[in-house]
């Protein structure tokens, strides 16, 4: 694999290609979007890189996504009972490694971001794409939450170039 800016050039912590999960493999065969869900405010904001997602037509609409128990992220959604989801975009992969914690970021995943505080939580200004949900709660499925949140307010640009997960890489449709 090569070097993308990070710390290593292969994954330090990738399980054995014989040890892995055959669903994690299926999941991984499916291409998902990439976004940055960030919660709290001050010294308790937070953020996670998460590719589980889904958005539900209806009335309200809602988003649907994976995290695990023990998340800073999942603690603020308790915390708070809110919380932004920004959509990336192709040249968003370094931000997408701090916020999943495979890039270092000294000072912390929001140090050397854009971003300003909103009732929803940490608005990373530069991710144009965004929807402000209020946490309706999570139901605890095999290793994570299935986390469920009413969209609140939508705020869109023209995605020319998504971000999306694919086989364990960040991956461009362009």
């Not at 095999?142 to 705020?155: H, M, N, P, Q, S």
């Amino acid at each position: 694999m090569a070097d993308q800016g990070g710390v290593h050039e292969e994954h330090p912590f990738e399980t054995p290609h014989d040890k892995r999960d055959p669903a994690r493999r299926f999941r991984g065969r499916l291409a998902a979007p990439v976004t940055i869900i960030t919660s709290g405010s001050g010294d308790h904001r937070t953020g996670l890189t998460v590719s589980s997602l889904v958005v539900a037509e209806g009335d309200p609409s809602a988003i649907y996504f994976l995290l695990g128990s023990t998340t800073d992220l999942f603690y603020g959604l308790e915390e708070t009972g809110k919380f932004v989801v920004h959509v990336l975009e192709g040249g968003d992969h370094a931000l997408a490694d701090i916020f999943a914690g495979l890039r270092p970021s000294p000072g912390g995943r929001f140090a050397n971001v854009a971003v300003e505080q909103s009732e929803w939580g940490p608005v990373l200004t530069d991710v144009k794409t965004r929807a402000y949900c209020t946490f309706e709660g999570g139901d605890e499925e095999t290793f994570f939450i299935v986390a469920e949140g009413r969209i609140d307010k939508l705020e869109m640009s023209d995605i020319k170039d998504p971000l999306v997960y694919f086989r364990g890489n960040y991956r461009n449709l362009v």
